[in-house]
């Protein structure tokens, strides 16, 4: 007996471990989300509808209070739908979580389910596939993205335009793996647009999306009875949950134990084995400090992707100039692309070739300059064996030509020097992993 309890015990403090590792991931991982709200349709056969910008302009606000960078748009035309979706799950290739939402007209056809753009054309059944955009392409774009989740709720089960009955509704999915999707309604029925400011579903959304420490799935049965009873049980949400880990949109306090089971992938994360001894890690400690350069550039690159995201998506070439001065080399990427480099400094920024905006994209760090992650990964301190110890894995990476071998983790990538005598993969991993991180990007 006396056994027994010991092994719970240890059970126990594991599980804890693995937890804490989990929640420091989700707090640095990257966060994208884009939303939609379409209400003002040019075609006779969609009705204008009341809610859906109130819809999308609340769920963006309240997105961006829980770590999102949102990409926004309404009363957009199909190809701008197109548009706003590459842009989207281009971001997502940086891992972390992705969510999409669309309020406005949505429409089943033959199984399928198609979201209206504001210049849809439908004169008969047959345009719908031609004139929306269709919602396997949105799973298809946010699945091969190879992000860690993603998230698809859509206030936009609305009738048939094409139905003598009244009926409508959006088909079931069964083709997206790995993700959570939610719809206003079950399958087949048909959503109300709301008598009040919102949709009842995105109203009920908006009331529980920040209650804190309660996993997605939870959350969702909170918004399914929300909705059933405000509706007088007309209404049921539906949700399909295909998630293997865990997703809170406000993460629980880590000073308060309410589970010991969280997870992020498929499985639960392994505390990988200590190579590096206890008394380099004492010493790495106390020399991990970041030090500055220059007095005026203190704090003026983001120590996380968290804090990066939100920062590259203000950031612009004038803003760099006129936070580190003219003294900078402007280079040319093959027409691709802008480097804006400053060489005594150690630090790139990056923005595209045809951006009259000129909106940074990538920031590149090197010696001299000195930084630490939130991840603890200190530049020209710490090595690939940290990246593994803090993340659970390395994912190597290389290009042709390239000097550096790296390894990317939500919207950080590592890099070492590369052995240039190796010329292709698999890496000489006992070799490579004791190396320093010569480079650190943000994207």
């Known amino acids: 007996m ?38 003002n349709y040019d075609s006779d056969r969609l009705s204008k509808l009341k809610n859906p910008i109130n819809d999308a302009k609340a769920m963006r606000d ?28 281009s971001k997502l290739r940086n891992g972390g979580v992705g969510l ?69 509704g959006l088909a079931k999915v069964d083709n997206a793996k790995g993700m959570f999707i939610a719809y206003a309604t079950s ?10 400011k919102h949709g009842v579903f995105t109203e009920e959304i908006l009331n529980h999306i920040d209650s804190e420490g309660v996993p997605i799935g939870r959350m969702f049965k909170k ?11 007309t209404q049921r949400p539906w949700t399909y949950d295909d998630i293997i880990g865990d997703f809170f949109f406000k993460l629980p306090d880590s000073n308060v134990n309410t589970r010991t089971d ?7 994360i392994e505390e990988p084995k200590k190579v590096i001894q206890e008394e380099t890690l004492k010493k790495q400690k106390s020399e991990i400090q970041p030090k500055v350069v220059k007095k005026e550039i203190k704090d003026s690159i983001p120590d996380s992707y968290n ?30 692309s802008w480097e804006i480099k400053y060489k005594e400094l150690g630090l790139s920024f990056y923005y595209k070739y045809n951006d009259n905006r000129k909106k940074i994209i990538s920031i590149h760090i090197t010696s001299p300059y000195m930084l630490k992650t939130n991840a603890g990964i200190v530049l020209n301190q710490s ?61």
Not at 120 to 136: F, P, Q, R, T
């Open 2 to 39: 006396k056994n027994i309890v010991i092994l719970i015990l240890i059970f126990t403090v594991v599980l804890s471990a693995n937890s804490d590792r989990a929640l420091k991931m989700m707090k640095i991982e990257q966060r994208v989300a884009l939303v939609i709200g379409n209400n």
């Open 62 to 89: 309240k997105l961006k209070t829980l770590g999102f960078q949102v990409y926004y748009g309404e009363n957009l035309k199909v190809r701008d739908m197109d548009k706003e979706l590459r842009s989207f799950s």
């Open 100 to 168: 999409f939402f669309f309020a406005g007209h949505g429409v089943e056809s033959q199984g399928k389910n198609y979201l209206m753009g504001k210049d849809s054309n439908l004169v008969d059944k047959l345009d719908i596939a031609y004139e929306s955009l269709e919602l396997d392409k949105v799973i298809e774009a946010m699945k091969n993205s190879g992000n860690r989740l993603s998230i698809v709720l859509l206030d936009a089960c609305r009738n048939d335009p094409f139905s003598r009955s009244g009926g409508g």
């Open 187 to 196: 399958p087949g029925d048909v959503a109300s647009d709301g008598s009040g």
């Open 223 to 233: 918004v399914k009875r929300g909705v059933y009873t405000k509706t007088n049980e």
């Open 262 to 268: 969280i997870f992020l992938n498929e499985q639960k």
């Open 307 to 336: 804090i990066g995201g939100k920062y590259l998506n203000n950031l612009t070439f004038d803003g760099v100039v006129k936070k580190f001065g003219n003294d900078y080399e402007l280079i040319d990427h093959n027409q691709y």
């Open 383 to 443: 090595t690939m064996q940290d990246v593994y110890n803090f993340y659970g894995k390395i994912s190597w990476l290389a290009s042709r030509g390239s000097d550096y071998w790296w390894s990317e983790h939500a919207g950080i990538a590592y890099y070492i020097e590369r052995d240039k005598s190796i010329k292709q993969f698999p890496v000489d991993k006992e070799k490579h992993i004791k190396k320093k991180i010569v480079k650190i990007v943000i994207r």
